[in-house]
């Protein structure tokens, strides 16, 4: 698969470039960029051949079977659709799109073009996921009653100038962060939850540094997800939590466990924790998925139907908040 970079990004390096070293199946065969310069100067880091001073250009090149997207939340569907009609399969990053409205046209794109576009949930694919869901559906924990996912970073981590901070391109905790967990405590479920209430903190205008949200699911179960960028200096919390009739699970760091994770079992028996394989890291899972469904022409599990769920509740939570979605870039 002879792969294009639209965009150099500084996610780039670890969500694609450096496990393309390990798939010799894909080739990174050209990066596109605002700019020659700084398109050579990412070829150059990357180690790739080709580099195109627009993405228009990177697009244009009819040797690239697909592309992955990399450019801020407010652009994936401007890209995402002209890579379509470009005829190139696609990966696009986290967030899918600005809001719920723009999933929707993406994903009917893709559908109509019979193309692979697949949103960058990296986390879904690393085994360490099912490893979770072999211990819930153990009966270990008896039934699950509530869920809770947290991604706070401390103030700082993300400065002020970082465009995760700019409404018109798609920012805020929610879009950056809190899509993880608000996918995450979908995929435990199983089920869409409504929004029961929101909070958040606007440290920018109209921009949430933290938003909690409460949820609820049709089956009875509960849960809340909570993001930050501006938690205190040991506020550094990535974990899902589960809670069931006869005890809880603790998942530090669903989102990377290449970085380290734990998974700990808590009933009345006592406590057991299970070992972790995090010998391989999720971006690598993730583009052997994308491979995979390449050549099979089949659908991914983080594409279509539930890239647009996770991106309704996001849009449910920031109404919730006092917010509105963010804004699509035309608007």
Same mark, same amino acid.
């Given at each position: $698969?002879?792969?294009?970079?639209?965009?150099?990004?500084r996610i780039t390096t670890?969500?694609? *470039?450096?496990?393309?070293?390990? !798939?010799?199946? *894909?080739?990174?065969?050209? *990066?596109? /960029?605002?700019?020659?310069?700084?398109?050579? /100067?990412?070829?150059?880091?990357?180690? !790739?051949? !080709? /580099?195109y001073g627009s993405y228009e250009a990177l697009l244009a090149d009819q040797t690239i079977e697909a592309v992955y997207i990399a450019t801020p939340a407010a652009l994936h569907k401007t890209w995402?659709?002209? @890579?379509?009609?470009? &005829?190139?399969? !696609?990966?696009?990053?986290?967030?899918?799109?600005?809001n719920a409205a723009e999933a929707r046209e993406m994903v009917a794109a893709g559908e109509a073009s019979g193309l692979i576009l697949m949103e960058a949930f990296h986390w879904?694919?690393?085994?360490?996921?099912d490893q979770i869901r072999s211990v819930v559906d153990s009966g270990a924990i008896g039934a699950v009653q509530r869920v809770e996912g947290y991604f706070n970073l401390p103030d700082g981590e993300i400065p002020r100038g970082d465009i995760r901070w700019d409404l018109p391109l798609g920012g805020g905790a929610l879009m950056d962060l809190g899509c993880y967990p608000v996918q995450w405590v979908r995929w435990l479920v199983g089920e869409e939850p409504a929004v029961v209430s929101a909070t958040a903190d606007c440290p920018v205008p109209g921009v949430d540094g933290f938003l909690r949200a409460e949820l609820s699911w049709p089956s009875g179960v509960t849960g809340a997800v909570e993001c930050s960028?501006?938690?205190? @200096?040991?506020?550094?919390?990535?974990?899902?939590?589960?809670?069931? @009739?006869? &005890?809880?699970? /603790?998942?530090?760091?669903?989102l990377a466990p290449q970085n380290g994770a734990t998974l700990v079992v808590e009933t009345a028996e006592g406590r057991t924790e299970h070992d972790v394989d995090t010998s391989t890291t999720s971006y690598y899972h993730q583009l052997v998925a994308f491979l995979h469904a390449v050549e099979s022409g089949v659908a991914p599990i983080t594409s279509g139907a539930d890239a647009v769920a996770n991106? $309704?509740?996001?849009?449910?939570?920031?109404?919730?908040?006092?917010?509105?979605?963010?804004p699509s870039l035309a608007d």
């Amino acid at each position: $698969m002879r792969l294009g970079l639209l965009a150099a990004a500084r996610i780039t390096t670890k969500a694609v *470039v450096d496990p393309a070293r390990l !798939v010799p199946e *894909v080739e990174l065969a050209a *990066v596109g /960029a605002r700019s020659l310069e700084r398109a050579r /100067a990412s070829a150059a880091e990357w180690d !790739v051949p !080709v /580099a195109y001073g627009s993405y228009e250009a990177l697009l244009a090149d009819q040797t690239i079977e697909a592309v992955y997207i990399a450019t801020p939340a407010a652009l994936h569907k401007t890209w995402t659709l002209a @890579a379509l009609e470009a &005829g190139k399969h !696609v990966l696009c990053e986290k967030p899918f799109a600005s809001n719920a409205a723009e999933a929707r046209e993406m994903v009917a794109a893709g559908e109509a073009s019979g193309l692979i576009l697949m949103e960058a949930f990296h986390w879904r694919y690393h085994p360490y996921i099912d490893q979770i869901r072999s211990v819930v559906d153990s009966g270990a924990i008896g039934a699950v009653q509530r869920v809770e996912g947290y991604f706070n970073l401390p103030d700082g981590e993300i400065p002020r100038g970082d465009i995760r901070w700019d409404l018109p391109l798609g920012g805020g905790a929610l879009m950056d962060l809190g899509c993880y967990p608000v996918q995450w405590v979908r995929w435990l479920v199983g089920e869409e939850p409504a929004v029961v209430s929101a909070t958040a903190d606007c440290p920018v205008p109209g921009v949430d540094g933290f938003l909690r949200a409460e949820l609820s699911w049709p089956s009875g179960v509960t849960g809340a997800v909570e993001c930050s960028m501006i938690a205190p @200096a040991d506020g550094l919390d990535i974990s899902l939590t589960i809670t069931g @009739a006869n &005890g809880t699970i /603790a998942a530090e760091n669903p989102l990377a466990p290449q970085n380290g994770a734990t998974l700990v079992v808590e009933t009345a028996e006592g406590r057991t924790e299970h070992d972790v394989d995090t010998s391989t890291t999720s971006y690598y899972h993730q583009l052997v998925a994308f491979l995979h469904a390449v050549e099979s022409g089949v659908a991914p599990i983080t594409s279509g139907a539930d890239a647009v769920a996770n991106m $309704m509740v996001i849009d449910e939570c920031y109404r919730a908040a006092g917010l509105e979605p963010r804004p699509s870039l035309a608007d």
